[in-house]
């Protein structure tokens, strides 16, 4: 943006989501509330062998309940788009546009999302040889020649990842700056920022961002174990994700989709749009380190959270004249592996100082498990909610905080905060495989 440009305010009138607590925005929050847990055995799948035989699986679903008889034009699209779809027209309906449809060509798509892998069976077969999951060792010629193998010319195995916001697009009929992004766990935040970076500088008028993914499939999930990254505390599933818990041994996968219509101010009021708050900031950086580790001081993270907050004009170190640190919740990455809750935790530090205790930073992953790229957009929704009801989500199956995160944590039920005013600015992060790291700073909405 020049400096002769102004800024568009830019605020979020939508949104929608399909998840593994349940589709409805309400109903969800309810449950979250409650602190349930969506986690319980994988049925997608035999994976009575796998060393984590459990998910958080979107159920019951069928497009034909959010989309009518409109699902018929979507029979080819894959499911992680099928979640897509939904949680596009939720977030469309919320927002009015079906109502008070702006100008289409000034409507653009900003997603991270990608369908992966159609035909699993080589990937499963060269993901499974050779491993042991006791020992977690692997026997690389075995599985050398079982990869090989599989490498079939003749075999369509990836689906396009921008037939996804081609779907919505052919849906909805909007024709401005179509984009998709694939930064991992980072991926839906990188899009919402991007798309709200989009706006701001006068491109469009409205954006549809977020992201959608389901990898509750033998690659996805060997893949992980592979890697030790997810929980295998198979006894009892639902407690096992537990981020910043002393006994965490990795996350738990999930699945969904999450969207938000994003619109510039002047938009949003000239529609007579309900506005659920206004975002304020966005940074977004990169580790610098290794394809397979965070940086251990957290500095990528500081560096996205510093950045948002910057973008925003928030002053970390700053307090209201109650000596309440300005950042009223953060939603944390909070996955439940050991490297991740440490670090995002330090990041933390880094950036609020010795305020850094003093602000609430839980992590949803705990019932809803990871929703890899759908994670962060459906997070920020949750930082919608806190701002709208008042009330911060917790931290479940949080028992015995590790000192090495050791922040306030919400553990165990969810917290009130309107005796002190509401929830008025939120930051939610998203740090991706690679070290992606994005976050997004919204705040209740002043006219």
């Not at 165990?412 to 005013?421: L, M």
Request: charged share 20%.
């Amino acid at each position: 943006m020049s400096q002769t440009q102004t800024a568009h305010r830019v605020v979020i009138t939508g949104m929608g989501w399909v998840t593994p607590l349940g589709c409805d925005i309400d109903d969800a929050w309810g449950r979250l509330m409650q602190v349930q847990s969506a986690v319980g055995p994988v049925t997608r799948f035999d994976a009575s062998t796998c060393s984590t035989n459990f998910a958080a699986e979107v159920k019951d679903f069928d497009l034909r309940e959010h989309l009518g008889e409109r699902a018929a034009a979507h029979r080819d699209a894959g499911i992680s788009t099928q979640f897509a779809l939904a949680a596009t027209k939720a977030a469309w309906t919320m927002a009015g546009m079906d109502q008070t449809p702006p100008d289409l060509s000034r409507v653009g798509i900003y997603l991270g999302a990608g369908e992966g892998v159609l035909d699993y069976e080589p990937y499963m077969a060269a993901n499974i040889a050779g491993y042991d999951t006791e020992s977690r060792s692997l026997d690389s010629v075995a599985w050398a020649k079982t990869a090989l193998a599989g490498m079939r010319p003749d075999r369509e195995v990836e689906q396009e990842p921008q037939l996804t916001s081609t779907h919505i697009s052919y849906e909805l009929g909007t024709m401005g700056p179509t984009l998709n992004c694939m930064t991992a766990c980072a991926a839906s935040t990188q899009a919402i920022g991007e798309a709200f970076e989009i706006i701001r500088r006068g491109d469009a008028d409205a954006m549809i961002a977020g992201g959608c993914h389901s990898m509750i499939h033998p690659l996805g999930m060997t893949g992980f174990m592979r890697l030790t990254a997810m929980s295998t505390r198979r006894d009892d599933p639902q407690t096992a994700s537990r981020p910043f818990d002393k006994t965490r041994d990795g996350f738990v996968m999930g699945e969904g989709a999450g969207i938000v219509i994003l619109e510039s101010l002047d938009s949003a009021k000239k529609r007579g749009a309900n506005i659920l708050c206004e975002v304020v900031g966005f940074g977004s950086t990169a580790d610098a380190y290794r394809i397979t580790d965070i940086h251990p001081d957290g500095k990528g993270g500081a560096g996205a959270m510093s950045a948002a907050l910057r973008q925003a004009g928030i002053d970390p170190s700053a307090t209201d004249e109650s000596g309440r640190p300005l950042v009223h919740y953060i939603s944390a990455h909070g996955t439940g592996t050991q490297e991740n809750d440490k670090t995002e935790s330090a990041g933390v530090r880094s950036v609020f100082g010795e305020l850094a205790p003093k602000v609430p930073f839980s992590s949803i992953k705990s019932m809803m498990g990871h929703l890899i790229q759908a994670a962060g957009a459906v997070e920020l929704m949750t930082c919608i909610q806190a701002i709208r009801t008042g009330i911060i989500p917790p931290t479940g199956n949080l028992n015995e905080v590790d000192p090495v995160c050791g922040l306030d944590h919400v553990p165990g039920e969810p917290r009130d905060e309107n005796h002190r005013g509401g929830v008025d600015v939120c930051l939610s992060n998203s740090f991706g495989f690679g070290g992606q790291n994005d976050t997004i700073c919204i705040r209740k909405f002043h006219d």
